[in-house]
């Protein structure tokens, strides 16, 4: 079933239908201190102090070309980068402050990053945070000061439109910090014709105007009730958590460590099944994971992060059939071992763990299998395939797993494979009675 089937996704924006795994880079001055992105305003530091340490910032291992290798080699498809987070700070040399990249250390880091990622033939997206928590009229908003807070929309408005010039063409651009205030204060609207008519083909996230990205319980479902207006975004972008937003594309932003985004010196870094297994639920729900990765403050991917990402990435080497260029599986119960991505007539069961047994007998499937494979790393190992008395059955599985992680079963049907009933009404939807009479079989 292609949950993204009736969102009426263009042309020019299908390619982030299929995307499936993005790298999400927040890096700034903030990582001098490293404990993430915010420790300007969670530590009420000092606003002079805070800008002096920003401006003598000198990152000594700084390669551009470096990030992209390692996003190109640990599988990812796309990146979106930090190019100014809440405290302000310009990645690139502003026409609007002093407060930039360029003359703090001397380098124009966004260019740099577009140029280096796109050689890779990776896509590429820039973050930009509408909040300055250096800005007094940021804060006192539209209603306590009217010019101020216009001064400051003229000034988002404009860097907006220099990072959407001056670097060629940009694929997504992720905006953020909103809150306290809504679309009407942002003039939301006018800033997407303004985006629109310089990058047409571009995709904009959900952030012009909302913050029910925050909590899965906000409802994703109904965004007009949460304030949230359905027009603004082409995408929905839940954060720290897997939810499928039924509206619209969608991508899950998740942090490599427990909790936050910028450097964090000493984090606890999660574990790499957690992350993967992030990667093949969203696959399994039609979605994309932006993994995030907070840099040192001299420009260096933390070690942990290199190991995670590259796992991921030996692991998509040989199963990325199952992730990409999928639509979500939603077409039999799998749940309890695991996940379900479909292409074309092919069935991906992506398993979370091995149990050893050489069979494995299927829920109800809506299209006969033709053919079972395994995914290895030295090509598709065959399996056997038995039905009896309409159940079905994959034989011939090997006591120990061709991958470290989540296995990965290719189901041949012979055609595109139809959702099963049960699939579609799970338990506790659908006529009840289809339950009563199995209880009695
Ligand atoms: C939140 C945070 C911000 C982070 C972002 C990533 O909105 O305010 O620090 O960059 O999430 O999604």
Not at 90 to 119: C, I, K, L
Not at 153 to 163: I, M, N
Not at 213 to 222: E, K, N, Y
Request: net charge neutral.
């Amino acid at each position: 079933m292609n949950q993204n089937a009736n969102k009426n996704i263009p042309p020019h924006h299908q390619w982030f239908a299929q995307a499936r795994y993005g790298m999400f880079i927040h890096w700034g001055p903030y990582a001098q201190f490293g404990r993430g992105e915010q420790v300007l305003f969670r530590e009420r530091l000092d606003q002079r102090e805070y800008t002096e340490r920003a401006m003598a910032w000198k990152p000594r291992s700084l390669d551009l070309s470096q990030w992209a290798r390692h996003a190109k080699d640990g599988g990812f498809r796309y990146a979106v980068f930090t190019t100014r987070h809440h405290d302000g700070f310009a990645m690139w040399p502003t026409g609007q402050y002093d407060y930039h990249s360029v003359n703090a250390f001397g380098r124009d880091v966004v260019g740099e990053y577009v140029e280096a990622f796109r050689s890779q033939g990776l896509r590429v997206g820039l973050y930009y945070s509408l909040a300055d928590w250096r800005q007094r009229a940021y804060w006192l908003g539209p209603k306590d000061d009217p010019t101020g807070f216009e001064r400051f929309r003229g000034q988002v408005f404009a860097q907006v439109r220099e990072l959407l010039t001056n670097y060629g063409k940009i694929d997504v651009i992720w905006f953020d910090g909103p809150w306290p205030h809504n679309a009407a204060s942002w003039h939301s609207s006018e800033l997407i014709d303004m985006i629109r008519s310089l990058q047409p083909n571009i995709l904009i996230n959900n952030r012009l105007d909302c913050t029910s990205f925050l909590s899965p319980a906000v409802s994703i479902v109904d965004p007009e009730a949460a304030g949230e207006s359905k027009q603004l975004g082409d995408f929905g972008t839940p954060e720290h958590h897997v939810t499928a937003d039924p509206n619209r594309m969608w991508e899950s932003c998740q942090t490599s460590t427990r909790r936050l985004w910028g450097y964090t010196t000493g984090e606890y870094w999660r574990g790499v099944d957690e992350l993967l297994s992030n990667l093949c639920e969203v696959a399994a729900r039609g979605g994309n994971l932006l993994l995030n990765v907070g840099p040192d403050a001299d420009g260096r991917f933390p070690e942990p992060f290199l190991v995670q990402s590259k796992t991921i990435g030996d692991w998509l080497r040989v199963n990325h059939e199952a992730i990409f260029n999928t639509t979500d599986g939603n077409t039999f119960e799998f749940i309890t071992r695991g996940y379900v991505t479909t292409r074309h007539n092919e069935v991906y069961l992506i398993l979370r763990f091995w149990d050893g047994g050489s069979e494995i007998t299927l829920a109800p499937l809506a299209t006969p299998v033709t053919r079972a494979t395994l995914l290895t790393p030295s090509g598709d190992q065959s399996l056997g395939v038995t039905v009896r008395r309409g159940v079905t059955t994959i034989t011939g599985l090997p006591a120990t797993p061709p991958v470290p992680y989540f296995p990965v079963m290719k189901l041949t049907c012979a055609s595109q494979p139809a959702p099963h009933d049960w699939a579609v009404r799970r338990l506790w939807s659908g006529d009840p009675r289809r339950m009563a009479d199995w209880a009695t079989t």
